[in-house]
C-alpha cells in the first residue's frame, strides 16, 4: 500500500518564545567568529584543552545572557566579541565584550541587560569549581615549585572548595587542576563586572537603582578602587580605565519610572554574590 505524503497535511502547533527577537543590527559575523576560534586557541595555548573549553563556555554564557536580553527589548547589539591574548597574561584572554548600539528604552531594562550577563556566567561557573576542585591534586606545600601562581580565595571559592575536597591536612595545599583554574577565572570576571562603576554590569544596575543621583558618588567609589591599587597592584590596569571611563553613565530613554521590587530582591543577591565572590588580592606572585 503506497501513500501520497504530500496530500498529508499534519496541523502543526505554533510555539511561541517568551519574547520577540527583534532584528539584528548590520555586523560582521565571520570577525566574530574568527575571534572565538583564536580565543579557543589562546586559552588552549596557555592552560590546555579543560581550561579553553570551561572559560570559553563561562564567557560564552555571560555574553549571550547580555545579547539575548538586548533582543528582548529590542536594543541593536552584536554577537559576542572574543579577546584573544596568549602572551603574559595568566588568562590567556582579555574576555568577550558585545556592542549596544541605540539607547535603553528604561531602567527596567537596563537592569536585565546588566544583570542577565553576571547571572549566566556565574550559574555556569559553580559547577566547573566544584568538578574542578574534585579532580585537582591535594599536594604538600615543599611540592610546589617557585614558579607557581599563589591564587587568592574569595570567600565563595573557599566554601565551594571545602564542599569538593573537605577540609586538608595541615602543611597541605591544593594544586588545582585546570578546570578548578576556569572556575576561578570566571568567578573573578564576574565580581569584576559586577563592580557599582561606569558602564560595567554592576554600574548599570547601580544607575538602575539609584539614577543620576547615585552617579555623584562614583568618585568616591574610584578613588576607593585606587587606594586599593595602591595596595593590590594588580587592579592598576582597570583603576586608570576607570578614571577614563567610568564615570559617567548614559541614561535611558525613560529615566523615571523605577525597577520593580522583584528586580531589587535580585539586585540584593547580585550584591551577595559580588560579596563572596571579589578576591581583593587575585594573585601572590
Not at 33 to 49: D, H, K, M, N, P
Not at 147 to 172: C, R
Not at 174 to 186: E, I, K, S
Request: positive net charge; charged residues 15%; glycine residues 8%.
Amino acid at each position: 500500500m503506497s501513500e501520497n505524503y504530500a496530500d498529508l497535511q499534519i496541523p502543526l502547533k505554533k510555539r511561541r518564545l517568551p519574547f520577540r527577537l527583534r532584528p539584528l543590527p548590520s555586523d560582521k559575523p565571520y570577525i566574530n567568529a574568527v575571534l572565538f576560534v583564536a580565543t579557543i586557541a589562546s586559552t588552549y595555548v596557555t592552560w590546555g584543552i579543560w581550561y579553553s573549553l570551561a572559560v570559553i563556555t563561562i564567557l560564552t554564557a555571560h555574553e549571550m545572557g547580555h545579547y539575548l536580553m538586548c533582543r528582548r527589548y529590542g536594543i541593536p547589539a552584536t554577537l559576542p566579541f572574543f579577546i584573544p591574548f596568549p602572551l603574559l597574561n595568566p588568562f590567556g584572554t582579555m574576555g568577550a565584550m558585545i556592542q549596544m548600539r541605540g539607547r535603553i528604552p528604561n531602567k527596567r531594562a537596563l537592569f536585565d541587560v546588566g544583570a542577565a550577563g553576571p547571572l549566566a556566567g556565574f550559574i555556569v561557573t559553580i559547577p566547573v569549581i566544584y568538578w574542578g576542585t574534585r579532580i585537582s591534586d591535594i599536594v604538600p606545600n615543599a611540592q610546589t615549585n617557585e614558579g607557581t601562581i599563589l591564587l587568592g580565595e574569595s570567600l565563595l571559592f573557599k566554601g565551594l572548595s571545602f564542599l569538593a575536597v573537605g577540609a586538608l591536612p595541615e602543611n597541605y595545599d591544593v594544586m588545582l587542576h585546570p578546570l578548578a583554574y576556569a572556575g576561578w577565572v570566571g568567578l573573578f570576571v564576574t565580581a569584576l563586572n559586577l563592580l557599582p562603576i561606569g558602564q560595567l554590569d554592576g554600574g548599570h544596575i547601580f544607575y538602575s537603582l539609584f539614577g543620576k543621583k547615585g552617579f555623584r558618588f562614583m568618585p568616591l567609589l574610584i578613588v576607593g578602587l585606587g587606594l586599593m591599587t595602591l595596595i593590590f597592584y594588580g587592579w592598576a590596569l582597570l583603576f586608570i580605565l576607570l578614571m577614563l571611563l567610568g564615570r559617567h553613565h548614559p541614561p535611558p530613554i525613560d529615566d523615571v519610572t523605577p525597577v520593580d521590587r522583584k528586580r531589587k530582591i535580585l539586585a540584593f543577591i547580585l550584591l551577595l554574590i559580588f560579596v563572596t565572590s571579589f578576591t581583593p588580592k587575585p594573585f601572590n606572585f
